[in-house]
């Protein structure tokens, strides 16, 4: 998956954050609704119906690479 075409960053939305290309949402979001188990259908029919499926994989796609880069510490 190309994620430069699903997921932006520009300082002038939502103050760069990561977000659904082309829209106000946030990438947390999705992945918020996505870890309390809703289905990708339940986020697009009853959050956000303008996001096609492969939005949300995005979404999850992005958040685990984010993830996988971090240099975690275990306390």
Not at 43 to 62: K, N
Request: glycine content about 6%.
């Amino acid at each position: 998956m190309d994620l430069p075409d699903r997921i932006a960053m520009d300082p002038a939305v939502r103050g760069g954050a990561p977000v659904v290309a082309g829209t106000r949402i946030p990438v947390h979001a999705i992945v918020e609704l996505a870890a309390a188990g809703k289905r990708f259908e339940e986020i697009r029919r009853d959050f956000y119906p303008s996001l096609v499926e492969e939005d949300i994989r995005a979404c999850l796609e992005y958040a685990a690479r984010v993830l996988k880069d971090e240099d975690l510490h275990a306390a």
